[in-house]
């Protein structure tokens, strides 16, 4: 006797089912392949060490990935994705509360500092950063990718800092564009200090001094 179809209405549980463990364990995956990376780089990085770390089958990191340089890829995007959603979130918590474009940068910054006070441990590190340390181990695409995250941070701030200056006069001339990258700059160089002196406060502390810097900026008391 041919075997009998599922109810119409089990089928989608089933599936939903497959998907959810499926990206569970891609998620594992990056998890794993993002501390292996930070900590060791991406040439240090095997497939078998993260099959062995996540407890799957060589067949099963495959079946998720096509390679190691699309596990670079799909890590970096999934990266990218979460800092995006974290200055969008401050933003918007920022925009809400304040009007004023120069008090509503200088809210993101101060909440901006909070977040990362919060964190319980050191930053685990930018792969934005381990990216262009390595840069000759990932193809093309990941390089381009990298790139246009950069780009992205500094029209992000760069954005911010031309409304300010369409309601307000710097005290004194300003390069822009210089001090959108500084805040870009003082994220990843704070990174690397905190971990180096072990001082899990630091980028908080450097938030908040570029924030003084801006306030200076603009003469803000």
């Not at 060490?49 to 890829?73: M, N, P």
């Amino acid at each position: 006797m041919a075997e009998q179809p599922l109810p119409a209405e089990t089928v989608p549980a089933v599936e939903s089912g497959a998907r959810s463990k499926g990206e569970r364990t891609r998620e594992r995956i990056l998890d794993a392949a993002y501390e292996a990376i930070i900590r060791k780089g991406f040439a240090g990085t095997s497939i078998d060490e993260l099959v062995e770390a996540t407890g799957i089958t060589k067949s099963g990191f495959f079946y998720h990935f096509r390679d190691k340089g699309d596990l670079a890829r799909q890590l970096l995007i999934r990266f990218l994705a979460e800092d995006e959603d974290v200055m969008d979130s401050l933003r918007a918590r920022a925009e809400k509360l304040v009007d004023d474009p120069l008090q509503r940068f200088l809210l993101f910054l101060n909440l901006y500092a909070e977040t990362v006070d919060e964190m319980e441990a050191l930053h685990p590190g930018c792969l934005v950063a381990a990216i262009v340390y390595q840069e000759q181990v990932f193809d093309t695409e990941v390089r381009r990718l990298n790139s246009e995250a950069v780009m992205r941070w500094r029209e992000r701030f760069l954005a911010w800092l031309e409304a300010i200056d369409a309601k307000y006069e710097p005290v004194t001339p300003i390069d822009r564009l210089a001090l959108a990258d500084a805040l870009s700059a003082i994220v990843e160089g704070s990174i690397v200090l905190a971990k180096a002196l072990d001082e899990p406060n630091l980028l908080g502390r450097q938030l908040r001094l570029f924030r003084d810097m801006v306030k200076t900026t603009y003469g803000v008391a």
